[in-house]
């Protein structure tokens, strides 16, 4: 993208892994867990700043792997908010882009105003979530979808962050024409807000099936407790006095 300082690219990258984690820390531990957040955001970031997209690859299969092995939905939950997170990279690169291009004279200004201003509302937008982020509809998602499903979500999850990541190491090591690049990451952009959107979409289906689900146990145990009441009352009238 552009050559930045280290205190510069700290302040474009750690904020959007802060809120990744703190999301990803309602779904392991049902709450904030700081413990949790900060050392996890230090090495995500670690291997960002001394590896760059290959660090982000490697950080991304080594926590997957650690949630496979934990339960299916942080993995699911974990990958879909990395989608989120590269989506949200990319919103603000292309902002930053057009600022610049507007204001040329001003890159080493906007390379920090653009970033700060970036991350504080993202970061109200993730307070403000936070409150109204629960597990249990995320647990209703993955109770209520099927399993296959939920492969199929992670999968294709997966190939829209692999294939952002294919573009960001092809304009690192080509000369790529900058038109180009705008095309290709339109077109990562618009997959994965589509995908997003149809996930959203899902976990609010999702929360009706769940409730259904339940409506419909409680409706058959309720039938059948007046069903055995009703045998035991004519077999007590059956009994001679």
């Known amino acids: 993208m552009y050559d930045v300082s280290v205190p510069n690219y700290l302040v474009i990258i750690m ?19 700081v413990s949790y957040i900060i050392p996890i955001s230090i090495v995500a970031t670690a291997f960002s700043l001394f590896f760059t997209s290959a660090g982000e690859i490697i950080f991304g299969i080594i926590y997957g792997a650690f949630l496979f092995r934990r339960q299916r939905f942080g993995l699911l939950w974990f990958i879909i908010s ?12 292309v902002i930053l882009q057009f600022a610049i291009f507007l204001k040329p004279n001003d890159q ?8 700060i201003l970036w991350n504080g509302l993202l970061i ?9 982020f629960r597990q249990k509809p995320i647990r209703q998602f993955t109770e209520a979808t099927d399993t296959m499903f939920l492969k199929v979500i992670i999968f294709y999850s997966s190939i829209i962050c692999a294939l952002s990541y294919l573009i960001q190491i092809v ?19 618009l997959l994965a807000a589509l995908n997003l959107g149809t996930i959203i979409y899902l976990q609010r289906v999702s929360r009706t099936i769940y409730e259904n689900r339940l409506l419909k146990a409680s409706e058959t145990a309720r039938e059948t407790y007046y069903k055995e009441l009703d045998q035991q009352q004519r077999q007590t009238r059956r009994i001679p006095s």
Request: charged share 5%; with cysteine; proline share 4%.
């Open 82 to 93: 990395w989608e989120a997170y590269l989506l949200l990279a990319n919103t603000m690169v």
């Open 15 to 33: 904020p959007m892994l802060l809120c990744l984690f703190s999301l990803q820390s309602i779904v392991l531990y049902h709450k904030i867990y």
């Open 124 to 132: 109200l937008a993730t307070s403000i979530g936070l409150r109204h």
């Open 108 to 115: 080493s200004m906007l390379l920090w105003v653009i970033p």
């Open 171 to 189: 304009f690192e090591h080509t000369g790529t024409p900058k038109t180009y690049q705008a095309i290709a990451t339109g077109i990562f952009m």
